[in-house]
């Protein structure tokens, strides 16, 4: 398995093909954003964020909420159009729309073509310039944009953008007031999350489509090497699979399985209950279609080799319009591998591994020496594996509040979310039929029953949010807190109370 390939399984999911059937409609602008939020280095550089924003649902006489998109790896206009449940909920709370891009990814690119030429221009994406882009914009926002000024915000985002949303609560609480962090994989971190749990995900996907699925998986990569050994297997292979670059090596073996370990792990994140294109073009309940053509692990090896391409043909030529299969593409132009894999070596450090026991892959160990190499050769960079548990808290977020944590558990990246409620503000909802951030895309009537409980949870929770936000906005007419002044020249404190008493027992116990 290639580093490519360890760093692509990361946040491969957003890689759809160019935005289709868009259904929503946004005025685009743009905003300076510092270089360097957190030093004073850099010559108060700045450069353009995009951001799209909608204000067809907005409420300005009621006083409606910002609702905010923590944008992620990618082109901003996709994750507007794949971002349906913040449209369909907008005109219940007569809510403005924005989503903001993330710097290095779309046209938010500091340095322009340049921005990955060196570590010393691509050193400046990371997740925590990105929130102080979103906090400094949304502040600027409400200060210039009329009728927003008392408005709260709420944050939405989904997987690497569900982690922002969730952060960006925990670092930045008084500029947001809540936020749905749909399959937020936060807790996918060394020595968090154990590295196999991914590929486990994946491998019970399949299984429950049909235990010979995963069984014929797991085979073939063994006849996969053996036909890699010869010119001849190689040459076989390239004509039977109508590769458009012939196998010439067995690196280029290589190539294929990784090629591979990311179709399978991208069929388990968008099987969803409908056809949808949100990778590519996939049928309804993708798995079980490709897993149709895997019903016999006995096959020899040739018939094995034939079924598999007809099954993983589902997810690259579902529609017939692809003449050979590249593997040396994974995803289109919406998702920015090369920034992804600045951050991946940076400080989104996200052990990956499988044992081929309990999972249908080749056995391959998580490897942090060699993947610290990797790094340095490719982007000059040395990882931080432990940055963001130091920043952000790992586990420890406890002190935070007003986050929903979604995740489906078809979904393998809920392997590394948040499965159990921390506190009655930092609530975990669980969909058991659901894949990637199911519950953020548009209501279809092929969803579960249990996505659309989802989010009732999470209009219920936006609800309370709003609420609280301008019951404390309105609080001038509240019991006063204490004061409390010091003496230097005594350890004693005077304490001057308001005129109303507190309600406690007894001023003694205060």
């Known amino acids: 398995m290639s580093f490519s390939m360890s760093l692509s399984l990361v946040f491969v999911f957003f890689s759809a093909a160019s935005i289709v059937d868009a ?16 030093s004073f280095t850099t010559c108060n550089s700045t450069f353009p964020m995009k951001y799209l924003y909608n204000d067809t649902y907005f409420d ?11 944008g992620n790896e990618g082109d901003i206009e996709w994750f ?33 073509n340049d921005s990955f030429s060196s570590p010393e221009k691509s050193g400046y994406l990371t997740s925590e310039q990105a929130l102080a882009d979103f906090a400094d914009f949304l502040l600027w926002f409400k200060r210039t944009r009329k009728g927003v000024q008392d408005s709260p915000i709420i944050a939405f985002g989904g997987s690497y953008g569900g982690m922002l949303t969730a952060w960006m609560r925990i670092k930045y609480p008084h500029v947001i007031q809540g936020g749905i962090a749909a399959s937020a994989p936060v807790l996918q971190f060394q020595g968090i999350t154990a590295c196999n749990v991914f590929n486990q995900i994946v491998t019970n996907d399949f299984d429950q489509a049909s235990p010979n ?21 190689r040459e076989w292979l390239s004509s039977a699979w109508r590769l458009c670059e012939p196998l010439k090596s067995e690196d280029d073996i290589g190539n294929l399985k990784n ?7 991208n069929l388990a994140m968008v099987d969803y209950p409908y056809p949808a294109a949100f990778l590519e073009p996939l049928p309804a309940n993708p798995i079980k279609v490709v897993c149709q053509s895997l019903n016999d ?17 589902v997810y690259f030529n579902y529609t017939g319009s692809s003449n050979c299969l590249d593997v040396s593409k994974q995803d289109a132009g919406s998702l920015g591998d090369f920034g992804w894999g600045v951050q991946s070596c940076n400080e989104m450090v996200m052990p990956m591994c499988s044992d081929g026991v309990g999972d249908m892959f080749e056995p391959l ?18 990882p931080r594996p432990n940055m963001a548990e130091l920043i952000y808290g790992g586990r420890n977020i406890r002190a ?27 609530i975990a909802v669980i969909i058991p039929e659901g894949a990637h951030h199911l519950d953020l895309r548009a209501a279809h009537s092929d969803d579960p029953a249990s996505v659309t409980k989802a989010r009732r949870i999470e209009r219920a929770q936006i609800k309370k949010w709003i609420k609280d936000y301008y019951s404390a906005q309105s609080s001038t007419n509240e019991i006063p807190l204490p004061t409390i002044h010091t003496n230097n020249s005594s350890p004693e404190y005077d304490m001057v109370l308001p005129d109303t008493p507190l309600p406690l027992e007894s001023s003694e116990e205060y």
């Open 80 to 112: 507007a159009q794949n971002t349906g449940f913040m449209w369909d909920i907008a005109p219940e709370f007569g809510a403005l729309l924005v989503f903001a891009e993330h710097r290095y990814y779309g046209s938010s690119l500091p340095f322009g």
């Open 259 to 265: 090629w591979l370990v990311e179709v399978y792990g």
């Open 365 to 382: 160990p998580w490897n942090y020496t060699s993947y610290e190499q990797n790094c340095l050769t490719q982007f000059g960079i040395r």
């Open 60 to 70: 300005e006489e009621a006083g409606g909420p910002i609702f905010f998109y923590t």
């Open 213 to 233: 699925c995963s069984a014929s998986v797991r085979k073939s990569w063994e006849v996969l090497n053996r036909f890699g050994q010869s010119d001849a297997g």
């Open 400 to 426: 935070s509040s007003n986050i929903v944590f979604s995740n489906g558990l078809l979904d393998p990246w809920s392997g590394g979310g948040v499965l159990e409620s921390l506190s009655d503000s930092l």
């Open 297 to 313: 692990p006995q096959l020899t090896d040739k018939f094995l080799l034939k079924s598999l391409f007809k099954a993983v043909s």
């Open 23 to 38: 259904q929503y409609s946004f005025k685009t602008d743009y905003y300076d954003v510092p270089l360097d939020h957190f």
